[in-house]
């Protein structure tokens, strides 16, 4: 399943990434959040850098996984 990955500390960086086992999940980064995908376009069209060539992969991720690489307050 393609998932949107961001990070918890960082507004503007993304990627999308295939994952097909919990596996894909461990090497990612080892402190993430894996829920249901409920960004949309409207929401990062505010992003800077959000490529508009990516909305359709937007909208095809099924996962949004956050990155906790830091301590957030």
Not at 7 to 29: G, H, M, P, Q, R
Not at 44 to 60: N, S, Y
Request: net charge negative; hydrophobic share 40%.
């Amino acid at each position: 399943m393609l998932a949107i990955i961001t990070k918890a500390d960082d507004d503007y960086w993304y990627e999308f990434k295939e994952i097909k086992s919990i596996e894909d999940l461990f090497k990612i980064y080892f402190h993430v959040v894996v829920e249901e995908n409920d960004l949309d376009e409207r929401l990062v069209t505010h992003w800077e850098g959000f490529k508009k060539e990516d909305i359709p992969l937007l909208k095809e991720a099924k996962a949004h996984v956050t990155i906790y690489n830091t301590w957030i307050e």
